[in-house]
Every structure is written in structure tokens, then in C-alpha cells.
């Protein structure tokens, strides 16, 4: 069955939901389509004991403050769901969720949005299907000699799972610090941590609303023509978040440079040395989940699509929500994607009247 709609919003996390919210301010009739059986997007996938790194009341989307957690100056992941579900329902969202977009085709005037439970067809389209469901594992020589486990961190849950176990994080970001703490802090782990470069911690008194504050003033300065300033990468790599600071102080969290193969029973280090392993978990980023976007014929020799804003370059019924920079100053967090969905969802609604 074909339905018809102004906007089809893809993806039923946060930006998708930040989408919904300005598109009814403009009035447009739109329908999010999210692959997830339940509300929360990423939020519910995540380890255990994450925390945000911004207090709550610097985590909220358009139009309704998130409650503080009790007890938590840095919200769970669990509250991060809660306060989802909620202003889902608030704002009345008609998110589908359980409903997984396999392709966005052009088709005359419209665009045809094929998912497996049915069709749209669609004037205009907000892509926010986020990275979660795209991990990235570098190809590291030996990878597939390893017998031990391998996963990612969606995969990763907590130190239980490796009770009296050897267990390699490789990765120098958020998510490799915070891991690697959380196995060492357990005290039942044997960690060992790999990064590429020395880990670059936040000074500690930065969390995430300063983060906010220095891509919002790089973004403005670019915009006016003021040139790149210092952006938030010459700042460091990790915010030092209460359990990493805890494992750092305690002289945990002393990372290894890179090891450059995988043997059959662990790694091997360029000084020839070996360690034996029994899991390596991978926190080596994401990319950008587009490949329901293939058939619009988008990507470029490096395989990005341009933007200009949040509006696809070469198809302007098109918007990219969410996913990084390069979608709007630090739109892959919760405070930072509500200024590109308003102006995407104006920009949609200029198109259309
Ligand atoms: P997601 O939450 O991933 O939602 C995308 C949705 O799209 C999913 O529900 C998925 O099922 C759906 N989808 C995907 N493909 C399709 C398809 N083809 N068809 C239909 N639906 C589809 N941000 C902060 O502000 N504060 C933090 O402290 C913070 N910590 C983070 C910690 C970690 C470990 C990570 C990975 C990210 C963190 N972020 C944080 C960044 C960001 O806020 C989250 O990644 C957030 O989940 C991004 O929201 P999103 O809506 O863009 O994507």
C-alpha cells in the first residue's frame, strides 16, 4: 500500500524526534519512520553504566527541558529513554516505529520512500537514521586469526561478561576510555588499552555544555567568514567523566600505542613483544547509517554527501539530520540538534508552499 505525505522523516531517535517537533510548528503533515521495535533510538543500546556528559538540563531537545535523573548530575542512558518516550507522546510524534526504510527513491515530483512495511510517497525527506547500526572496525592484519571474542562497543554491555578474563580496548575516544575504565574500575578484568595516538583527557572541569559552546562558536565564525577558530578537537579527545577520571587517578587507564597485528592467541606489539588476549572490544567509531539513500545517487568519490546546512546539494528535497558536524555544529548530541531540525524543517516548508 502507498501512502502520501508531505515529509517522511527516517529514523526514530532523537534528531528524528527533534525533526517531528519543528516540523508540526510549520505545519507540514509527516510521518517518522523508525526501525527500532521501541522508542529511545541509540539510548537503549548502550552499556550498562554510560552516562551523558552534560547535566541534564544541557541534554534537552526543542521545546521541553530533561528532568534531572535524582541522585545523578550525569542522567543514564535509562533516563535518556525515559525522557524520549515521553516527549514522543507529549508532542503527540506519529513515529512508526518497527518500520525499517530500505530505500529513498526519486519518482517525478515526489519522493518514494520504500520501507518493508509499505510505501510513501513524500515531497520531502529528513534522513536521521544516526551511525549505531554502522560500526567501524579497522582492518588490522590478524584480525580474522583471532580466536578469542571480538566486539564492538554496541556490543558491550558490562565487566561481568569478562570475569577473570584478558581483555584489549583499542580506541582513544569517548567510548574506548569509558570502557576500558569500566572493566578496570571492576577489578575482575585484566585490561589492556591501544590507542593510535596518546589519549588527549579534557581538563577536568570541561563536560559536554562547553563542548557545545566551542562547536557552536567555531560554526558561527565559519559562517562568517571569520575563518576556522580552535575547535573542540585542540581542547582533547575524552571528557573526563566521573569513572574515567576515578580509573585515570588510580593509574588504570595508561593506553599502549597501537599494536600493529593480531595473532591466533592475541596481539603482537611493533616492538615484537606478545600478549595474550581472550577479548578485544573495538571502540573504534562509526559511520553514517545512508544506505537507504543509495538509489538517489548522492555519495561523492569519497563517499560523502555534500550538504549545504542539513539540505542535501544535489537533491534539495533531501535533509541529513544528526550525524555529525558536518550536519549542523555538533548535531549528533541532544542539545545541538534542534537548531538544524528548525531549519531544516523552514527550509522544507519554503520548498513546499
Ligand atoms: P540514533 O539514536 O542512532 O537513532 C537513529 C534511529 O534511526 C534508530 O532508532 C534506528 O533504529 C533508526 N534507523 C536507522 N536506520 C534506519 C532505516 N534504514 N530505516 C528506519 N530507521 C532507521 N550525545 C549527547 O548529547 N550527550 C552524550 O553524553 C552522548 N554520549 C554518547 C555516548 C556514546 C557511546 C555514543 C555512541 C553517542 C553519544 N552521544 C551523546 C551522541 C548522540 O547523542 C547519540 O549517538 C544519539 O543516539 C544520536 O541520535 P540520532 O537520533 O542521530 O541517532
Redesign the pocket.
Known amino acids: 500500500m502507498t501512502q502520501s505525505t508531505d515529509v517522511v522523516v527516517?529514523?526514530?531517535?532523537?534528531?528524528?524526534l527533534a525533526a517531528g517537533y519543528h516540523l508540526r510548528r510549520q505545519g507540514l503533515d509527516f510521518t517518522v519512520?523508525?526501525?527500532?521495535p521501541a522508542p529511545?533510538?541509540?539510548?537503549q543500546h548502550?552499556w550498562d553504566s554510560?552516562?551523558?556528559?552534560?547535566p541534564a538540563e544541557h541534554?534537552s531537545l526543542p521545546g521541553r527541558l530533561m528532568p534531572t535523573q535524582p541522585g545523578e548530575t550525569?542522567p543514564d542512558a535509562g533516563h535518556v529513554v525515559d525522557y524520549l518516550v515521553d516527549y514522543e507522546k507529549r508532542y503527540d510524534l506519529p513515529v512508526q516505529h518497527g518500520?525499517?526504510?530500505?530505500a529513498v527513491r526519486r519518482d517525478g515530483d515526489r519522493l518514494l520512500v520504500e520501507?518493508d512495511t509499505g510505501t510513501w510517497r513524500a515531497r520531502a525527506v529528513v534522513s536521521?537514521?544516526?551511525?549505531?547500526?554502522r560500526p567501524f572496525l579497522p582492518a588490522v592484519p590478524g584480525r580474522h586469526l583471532f580466536a578469542g571474542r571480538q566486539l564492538h562497543?554496541v556490543n558491550y554491555r558490562r565487566p561481568a561478561d569478562f570475569a577473570g578474563q584478558r581483555v584489549v580496548v583499542v580506541g582513544g575516544g569517548?567510548?574506548g576510555a569509558?570502557i576500558a575504565a569500566d572493566l578496570a574500575l571492576d577489578g575482575h578484568v585484566e585490561v589492556t588499552w591501544a590507542t593510535r595516538r596518546l589519549p588527549r583527557f579534557l581538563p577536568d572541569d570541561i563536560d559536554?555544555r562547553i563542548l557545545f559552546d566551542v562547536a557552536t562558536a567555531r560554526r558561527r565564525a565559519l559562517d562568517e567568514g571569520r575563518g576556522d577558530t580552535v575547535g573542540v578537537a585542540s581542547l582533547g579527545d575524552i571528557v573526563a567523566v566521573p569513572p574515567v577520571r576515578a580509573a585515570r587517578d588510580a593509574g588504570l587507564l595508561t593506553a599502549r600505542p597501537m599494536f600493529p597485528r593480531l595473532t591466533a592467541t592475541g596481539i603482537r606489539w611493533a616492538d615484537g613483544s606478545r600478549s595474550d588476549a581472550d577479548a578485544i572490544v573495538w571502540c573504534t567509531g562509526?559511520r553514517p547509517?545512508l544506505?537507504?539513500l543509495a538509489p538517489l545517487n548522492l555519495r561523492d568519490e569519497r563517499g560523502h554527501i555534500a550538504t549545504d546546512g542539513t539540505r542535501a546539494v544535489g537533491e534539495p528535497r533531501l535533509h541529513l539530520?544528526?550525524?555529525g558536524d558536518w550536519t549542523g555544529p555538533a548535531s549528533?548530541?541532544?542539545?545541538?540538534?534542534g537548531r538544524p531540525a528548525r531549519e531544516a524543517a523552514r527550509q522544507i516548508r519554503d520548498l513546499l508552499i
Do not use: E, K
Request: aromatic fraction near 12%; hydrophobic fraction near 40%.
Open positions: 527516517v529514523g526514530g531517535g532523537q534528531a528524528g519512520l523508525g526501525a527500532d529511545g533510538g541509540a539510548w548502550m554510560l552516562h551523558l556528559f552534560s541534554s550525569y518500520t525499517r526504510v530500505g520501507a536521521a537514521t544516526g551511525s549505531w547500526s562497543t569517548n567510548s569509558q559536554g562509526f547509517a544506505a537507504h539530520l544528526g550525524y549528533a548530541t541532544l542539545i545541538g540538534v
